[in-house]
């Protein structure tokens, strides 16, 4: 069946729309591609439709600027979270996995990827702006968390966006690191050692 | 049953690049002492139980556990451990601008597969400077130079400077030579038809002897603290140099690195001041 089909037929424009997804190779979108011509109709159809809804209905929160379908969304209009603490993560899945762990009740500030030279990323590629008007004057924001992942590009973020901040006189900390819960001393590299000893605390 | 991996053999190296690729897994482009320039997948490498540590980040610098996966491109990495962390790099941006600039330019201009230990021991000496400013102190610029034009002779495209790039023959020592940026050096006097223009540009001109030495020199130089500390360059000759390299650079790419857009875009950012 593949072999008669020709570049401009639906199965070649599926399988390569399908190999543009991140991951995806032209060997797993074929097999996608397959799955999706061997499934039922409505499920074919239901997908579809949530991929169009999707582009439709979800964009960027004004406030924290992460991905939602209402504006202001729904962390930003929850009026049980603490003002004054405002996260800063690089990506909505950081703001996911933070969530999940119940034990922040503050706001968020999304900004969508990291300083990065290898990709010629810079501040204007992120909603650095925006982070720094939400502290403007009168803001109601005493502490800023610069929860971005603790690698290279990561620490110089943080490090770029806690000069920025402190020059609005507002407290910034950064998230913790250092040896994971459950891991083993003896396995741990030596940055990842230094730096837990490095933020050791008082017990 | 046939064997699918080669046998796992240690290396050092340094992280030139990392892409995250699947759910959990990492690619990573490594320039190491064995097999030069290579790319290997990383499994799981992304999970909080990963093996690889803090040493998976670009600028890692470390032995590398690889195995040849056969009939692949792509090497597996079993295993990353750091032996000389770099922690000051990101602390400031021009010289992590720098870091990746250099990192950049090796993942570009080193062939793959093709042991570079000159370009290894280049590239750590260049991280080992910047790391190691205080950090008060912006890079000295002719410590990129100096990595500029030694990387590109280790890797066959520096510039002639005494032999014809045309023939070969000898060209003598003379106020000004012929340079032709395209032809990959000086030329010799049967090579350049007509006069020695007076001016230098991108691609070349009347090379001035005092710059001609001055890149003999750099090529030579170690890039060290106080190898550096001992070099006096004019603003005018700094510029020559750093025009040449660019053109040089530009050249043997022909495309424009994103460190460069990089640090571009952050001498262009700046945010209101608090009112």
Known sequence: MASTSTAGDPIQRLIRELSKLPGIGQKTATRLAFFVLRAPAEQAQ???????????RIRLC?????????????????PARDDRLLCVVAHPPDLLSIERTSSFRGRYHVLHGVLSPLQGIGPDDLRVRELIARLAPPSPVEEVILATSPNVEGEATALYLSKAVKAYGIRVSRIASGLPIGGDLEYADGITIARALEVRRDM | ?????????????????????GDADRIVTLLSAAHGKISALAKGARSSRRRFGAALGAFGFGEALLEERRGQDLWSLADLSVT????????ELSRFGHAAYACELCLHLCPPHVPEPT???????????LDGLPLSDKPSPLALRIFELQLLLAVGLGLQLYDCAACGGPVPAADLVPLDVRRGGVLCESCFLGPIPEQLGPQGGGL??????????????PLAPESLADLSVSPAAHNLLRMLLQSLIQQHLGHALRAVEFIAKMNAFSLEPPG
């Open chain 1, 46 to 56: 239901s997908l579809a439709r949530a991929l169009v809804e999707v582009k439709e």
């Open chain 1, 62 to 78: 004004s406030l924290c600027m992460n991905l939602t379908e209402h504006d202001p969304c729904e962390m930003c209009s929850d």
């Open chain 2, 1 to 21: 049953m046939r064997k699918r991996s080669g046998p796992t053999e240690a290396t050092p190296c340094v992280v030139l690049r990392v892409v995250d690729y």
């Open chain 2, 84 to 91: 000389r962390g770099f922690p000051n790099l990101p602390l």
């Open chain 2, 119 to 129: 370009v290894l021991r280049l590239l750590v000496a260049l991280l080992d400077y």
């Open chain 2, 208 to 221: 001035p002897a005092s710059l001609r030495d001055l890149l003999a020199q750099l090529e030579t130089r």
